[in-house]
């Protein structure tokens, strides 16, 4: 089972979903003969609305599911309740972006094209605490609440259940001097130094790397369980963008292979960023 509340209600989703599919059913149905609205059992298919445990035996008590079923979805519903580490942070964590934060902490395989910026799992302190100062939208406070966040992040790349990691990421987001010359120069040293974990695969797609996909940063999550779809990520300023259809994931995980084809080698890309750091040294 996953182990993040909001992987667990997604799972809860999943499934609720595909029962009343497998009944040939509309929501609008359901909530009928359930005396529900249909938007009630619509937000219990998204996720966008709490599910309690007596909902959902109601449910599979429509349905007729078996019992380890029943008990099964019950338990998800229960654990969904539950609050990440993360949101314990409040207002350093914005509730668009915790939705992410909670699926990338069941993520088995992580795939990100960055074309703007050092990838937030490879940033420095000091690097991330310009970046949300740069937005004029942040107190001191919900700054450093954001960088604590981040750093906490950082170490599932270093846990025993770390997911595969594969970046690619454009030389104009190494070039680009975040800060001053010191902040530069501490982050590519820890750009290589997480390149060298070895469940992370680094590829820089530099200046002459010809044509290649035209796209902004996005992030590909994969899950363990194959009944928990892939899932595409893109953020904006104030909210983001959740993709998981079948046709949209693979149109993604095409570009991806695209990119990585047109990046530098991992090994070619370590010798750039180190020439990168040669000149902040100056």
Not at 88 to 107: K, M, N, R, T
Not at 182 to 200: C, D, F, G, I, Y
Request: hydrophobic share 40%; charged share 25%; glycine share 6%.
């Amino acid at each position: 089972m996953a182990g993040s509340p909001t992987a667990r209600r997604r799972r809860l989703s999943i499934e609720l979903k595909k029962l009343r599919e497998s009944r040939r059913m509309t929501c609008a149905q359901v909530g009928a003969a359930l005396d529900w609205s249909g938007s009630k059992v619509n937000r219990m298919e998204t996720g966008t609305g709490r599910v309690q445990p007596s909902d959902v035996e109601a449910l599979c008590r429509f349905y007729d599911v078996d019992d380890e079923l029943l008990e099964f979805l019950k338990s998800l519903a229960r654990q969904a309740k539950t609050k990440g580490w993360w949101q314990a942070h409040d207002s350093g964590v914005p509730a668009w972006f915790s939705i992410y934060v909670g699926l990338e902490q069941d993520a088995s395989t992580f795939r990100q094209y960055q074309n703007e910026f050092v990838p937030g799992l490879m940033q420095t302190p000091r690097y991330a605490a310009e970046l949300h100062r740069a937005t004029n939208q942040m107190t001191d406070e919900d700054i450093n609440r954001a960088v604590r966040v981040r750093m906490e992040r950082q170490e599932r790349l270093r846990s025993p259940s770390a997911p595969d990691s594969w970046f690619v990421v454009h030389e104009s987001a190494l070039r680009s001097v975040i800060g001053d010359q010191a902040v530069m120069r501490e982050q590519l040293e820890k750009v290589l130094e997480m390149a060298e974990l070895p469940n992370v695969t680094l590829q820089v797609l530099t200046f002459d790397a010809g044509p290649y996909p035209a796209t902004g940063t996005f992030s590909m999550l994969g899950f363990p369980d194959p009944e928990d779809p892939d899932i595409v990520y893109r953020d904006g300023i104030t909210d983001a963008v959740y993709l998981e259809g079948a046709d949209e994931v693979r149109a993604y995980g095409r570009a991806f292979d695209n990119l990585r084809a047109a990046a530098a080698s991992p090994h070619r890309s370590i010798q750039v960023i180190t020439t990168l750091l040669k000149d902040y040294a100056k």
